[in-house]
Every structure is written in C-alpha cells, then in structure tokens.
C-alpha cells in the first residue's frame, strides 16, 4: 500500500515539476509550486510510513 502510494506521489511530482518548467503565467507558477510543496510533503510522509512498517517487520 505504501509503496504504491509512494509512486503515485512520485509521478504527481514529476508531472508538476513538468508542468513548471514551461509556465510563464506568474500565478499559475504560484498554484503549480504550492501543489509541488504539498506533494512533496505527502512523499516525505508516505516515505516515513514505508520505513516505520519495514522495522515493524512487514510491507
């Protein structure tokens, strides 16, 4: 489940960071980074859960 997670996350980021790269519009760049900043939060999360659940010995 985590792992999963985790992936999706992933690819949310890369699509975002994408999207960032060629956007001139100064308020969308603003909603695109505030999206980025949350996913990434999101991957440290699911990141954390996935390493807390392989030292309680299972995934």
Partial sequence: ???EDEMSVEQ????LRAELSWCDDAAER?????????????????NRALRQAEQAGWQ
């Fill in 12 to 15: 949310q980021i890369e699509e």
């Fill in 1 to 3: 489940m985590y792992q």
């Fill in 30 to 46: 603003r909603q695109i980074e505030a999206e980025l900043r949350a996913a990434e939060k999101r991957l440290k999360r699911c």
